[in-house]
């Protein structure tokens, strides 16, 4: 990267009571982000029943939460508390548009899942889970392209000046305008390159939920909730791409990651059903010790 090699983090706050804040409140949701995705995994993975490529993409979603959170959180929170803000860039450019795009890219093969199981039932128990997978490495195989094309666009340019990003993470439009040079032949196929999936993924959600509503007007009342219910997540489709103001950013990163888990136990019955069997079965398994002493003192 020319001359500079660091750069620095203006952050949210200079106040250090409200870093405090920040950090206690940003904390707890990044935890309990972590735990939620993680146990909508574990619940998946050892329920048979939630074999189906709904559930099977939901906790490829799951994951990908963790890993995009992960990749500013942890940085912001070290900020926050030891008032570290100086970062390289590389690392967390390529990750946050690798993990940004395959959310996104997951989110419209997911409404494209949601579209057959609605508008196509009978077809959709029928469904090859190989295809499922194949779908899953390329939105990873496209997602790393991606990433890669807008880094190196990035990392290219000279950078000898200012190194001062209004910002908690690296992201290519503050990055870039540091550099000293002109950033207008570059800007172009960043914005392309980024326009094109963002456009195409859009209007493929668009088209999928519009043909998914107006089915809709066929089915029960009790039909409608559970297909409205089952998509509610997929709108919320994160890309901090194009998120120059913090709050919105932070809301991206930070509190996006968070309410998709919480959306899809409190909303979904199977999943609320398949983490109580296995809260039961742990019990089975693995008694509690003071029950295991009660029983040994009563013998």
């Given at each position: 990267m ?5 750069f ?20 707890a ?8 995705n ?31 959170s992960?990749?500013t ?6 900020g ?25 890219l ?6 494209y899942?949601?579209?057959v ?31 890669l ?9 000279p ?30 196929p960043?914005?392309s ?9 859009f ?27 089952t ?9 901090t791409?194009?998120?120059?103001d ?16 919480f ?14 069997h ?16 009660s029983d040994?003192?009563?013998?």
């Open positions: 020319g001359e500079v090699t660091q620095v983090f203006l952050g949210l706050t200079d106040n250090w009571v409200q870093e405090i804040l920040f950090f206690m409140a940003f904390s949701m990044y935890v309990l982000t972590l735990w939620g993680i146990l909508i995994m574990v619940t998946i993975v050892f329920t048979p029943c939630l074999s189906t490529p709904m559930y099977f993409f939901l906790s490829n979603l799951s994951f990908i939460d963790i890993c995009h992960s990749v959180v942890p940085k912001m929170l070290e926050l508390l030891f008032d570290r803000k100086t970062i390289s860039c590389i690392a967390q450019l390529f990750f946050l548009h690798l993990f940004a795009c395959a959310e996104i997951l989110l419209t093969i997911m409404a899942d949601r579209y199981a609605i508008c196509a039932p009978l077809h959709y128990p029928n469904v090859n889970m190989r295809v499922c997978v194949q779908l899953v490495f390329v939105l990873w195989l496209v997602g790393t392209v991606h990433s094309v807008q880094t190196f666009l990035t990392i290219r340019l950078y000898c000046g200012p190194n001062v990003i209004d910002s908690y993470f690296c992201n290519v439009p503050p990055v870039i305008k540091l550099a000293c040079t002109d950033t207008c032949l570059t800007g172009i960043i914005v390159n980024r326009g094109t999936i963002s456009l195409s993924c209007l493929a959600l668009v088209a999928s939920y519009t043909i998914i509503l107006f089915s809709l007007r066929k089915q029960s009342a009790e039909g409608r909730r559970k297909a409205l219910s998509c509610l997540a997929h709108f919320m489709v994160p890309d791409s194009f998120s120059t913090k709050l919105v950013s932070v809301f991206y990163t930070v509190v996006t990651p968070l309410l998709n888990p959306i899809d136990t409190l909303r979904n019955e199977e999943i609320k059903s398949a983490m109580k296995l809260r039961q079965r742990r019990k089975s398994l693995y008694p509690h010790p003071r029950t295991q002493a040994f003192l009563s013998l």
